[in-house]
Structures are given as C-alpha cells and as structure tokens.
C-alpha cells in the first residue's frame, strides 16, 4: 500500500530564506507527483505537477524534484516571503488500473510559516 | 472559466439528515473524484468518476453515494448524516492523461464544503 510522508509538519523560517520541503513515497510505481499549497479554510491549490518520467519541474521560485527510484520529492522554495506561508501537500497519483483508482494518495502536509 | 465549483460553503446537519454536496467543473475533465479531509487522517478519497454513468468507491465509501449523469456534475449525497460525518470536503477534477498507462493529469481542487452533523 502506497504511503507518502512529509518532514517536517511545521517549519517557521525568516524572510528571505531559501527552504526545502521534504515528501517521500514507499511505492515507486506512481504515475506523477503533485505539490499542492492550502491556505487555511481554503481548497487546494496545484503548484506543481512532475510526471513519473522527469526528475523535476519550475515555476517562479518554487523548484520541485523527482526521484522514483528512491521514492523522494522536494520542494524548494527560494527567498521566502510571508505570503509563502501556508501548508504545503505532496500527492503521488496511481495508474488507473482494475483495482486501482487513479486516485491522489497524499501526504499529511508541511505547515510552513514564514516572518517578516 | 469557473473552474471547480461546491455549494454549500457551510452546512449544519442534524444525525439523520441527508442532504446532496454540489460539484462541478466547466473544464469538461473526465476525472471527478471527492475527498474529506480530516485533521490527522489527511485527504482521503470517498467516490470518484472517470466518466459520465461511471462511478466507483474509493477509500471511505460508507454512508455516501454518487451519480455522474453528465460531464460537469458530480454530486455526493449522504444518506442519513452521522457524527462522524462531520468534516471539509472537496470536489476535484482532472483530464486523464497518458496512452496505454493512464492516470490523472493534473487536479482541480474546489473551495470545499465545511459540514457539521450535530
């Protein structure tokens, strides 16, 4: 059964920091990885999508990396800022298969909290 | 676009109600799935679509069904409320991705819908 973890559940850094999130997965055979961010009260929102193929993917400061092999993503994020602050989710998706769903399997989160 | 979108935002429930969460996305996605989120149990999956007329349980299907009559909607209806009932839940959409191996491209979450079943 797939399980994806992410250390730490909290972090709280100084603007301007550079930060890495960690998300690791126990099944390799994922189809893609999703990092989502969730600001309280809201839905979710997709950052980025790595497909099971590339080892990583970029969009404005956030950086995330993909390595099947050994079950691992990291988010990074460069010169935080307190607008940054929210939880951040990994989810890895399945192949839709008879008995599996395609469904989103995901981690309990990293509560990010970022000081002016 | 409107994107994914769930009525009500709040809802107060007596044990026993029922009542039918609204979904729907305007991306004309394949992929429909709802999710209840939990503190301490994270996100897990209740129902999902890949399709209109094609529904299957997820994880946590008890007490819930669904129905895809057509592309865009995708309603969740609690049969006979309970407590334990009582959680946020989500509406996400997606395309179906990839030939031969698929899977779910990327997903669309809605603003989700904050129950309580008193």
């Known amino acids: 059964k797939q399980e994806v973890t992410q250390i730490p559940a909290a972090l709280s850094v100084p603007e301007g920091e550079n930060l890495v999130l960690n998300c690791s997965f126990t099944d390799s055979a994922i189809y893609n990885l999703q990092w989502f961010r969730q600001d309280p009260g809201k839905g979710l929102t997709s950052l980025l999508l790595i497909q099971s193929s590339q080892r990583e993917q970029t969009s404005g400061r956030l950086n995330a990396s993909l390595d099947k092999s050994s079950g691992r993503s990291t988010l990074y994020i460069a010169a935080s800022q307190p607008g940054d602050s929210a939880t951040y989710l990994c989810?890895?998706?399945?192949?839709?298969?008879?008995?599996?769903?395609?469904?989103?399997?995901f981690g309990q989160g990293t509560t990010l909290q970022v000081k002016p | 676009n409107a994107g994914v979108t769930q009525t009500p935002k709040f809802q107060v429930l007596k044990t026993g109600q029922s009542m039918t969460l609204q979904c729907a996305q305007d991306m004309n996605h394949e992929y429909m799935s709802w999710y209840r989120q939990d503190p301490g149990m994270g996100l897990r999956l209740i129902h999902y679509s890949v399709g209109a007329g094609i529904t299957d349980q997820g994880e946590v299907p008890n007490g819930y069904n669904v129905s895809r009559s057509t592309t865009e909607d995708f309603p969740l209806r609690l049969l006979s409320a309970a407590p334990s009932q009582t959680s946020v839940y989500f509406c996400?959409?997606?395309?179906?991705?990839?030939?031969?191996?698929?899977?779910?491209?990327?997903?669309?979450f809605g603003p989700g819908t904050r129950l309580t079943v008193l």
């Open positions: 996400a959409s997606s395309l179906v991705g990839g030939s031969g191996r698929k899977s779910t491209d990327t997903q669309y």
């Open positions: 989810a890895v998706s399945e192949v839709i298969t008879e008995g599996n769903t395609g469904k989103l399997i």
